[in-house]
């Protein structure tokens, strides 16, 4: 399973999103998740980017299985957080052969800040690239509770 642990610059960016978002200012959709740990039990908090795609929303792990990912497999449910507003979700995990535009959006908007994270995938690589290193990239719809 693809795991990409975090650089100390990754996390002091995600800790500053993070801080606005929590106080109601998305960076081009960001939210902060909230989803109980599979082993604590305990809330955990992180800093996503929120996407839609033909009506739908979504979440894309860029830097693949996380810790996030895991957690929200066990659990079942989250919470999306933007200052005071909380959303409650269900997460339904897309199938790896359906995952291909959906990552080539999550690119198109937000290579400037993860790009490193697809190892050379671009918005414009071919269907074919994506679709071999769609397994390594978590992505779930979510739908409201």
Do not use: C
């Amino acid at each position: 399973m693809r795991y990409l642990v975090p650089s100390r610059g990754t996390e002091a960016f995600n800790n500053v999103a993070k801080w606005l978002t929590a106080r109601g200012i998305s960076l081009m959709g960001s939210r902060v998740l909230a989803v109980r740990g599979r082993k604590s039990g305990e809330i955990r908090t992180i800093v996503v980017n929120l996407f839609e795609h033909e009506g739908e929303r979504y979440l894309l792990s860029p830097r693949g299985h996380t810790q996030w990912v895991r957690n929200l497999r066990a659990a079942g449910e989250g919470e999306l957080r933007l200052g005071r507003r909380t959303e409650r979700f269900v997460p339904v995990e897309v199938a790896d052969a359906d995952k291909t535009p959906l990552i080539r959006l999550y690119l198109h908007k937000w290579a400037w800040e993860t790009g490193a994270f697809f190892e050379g995938l671009k918005a414009d690589s071919p269907d074919a690239e994506i679709a071999a290193a769609a397994p390594g990239f978590p992505v779930f719809r979510l739908v409201a509770r």
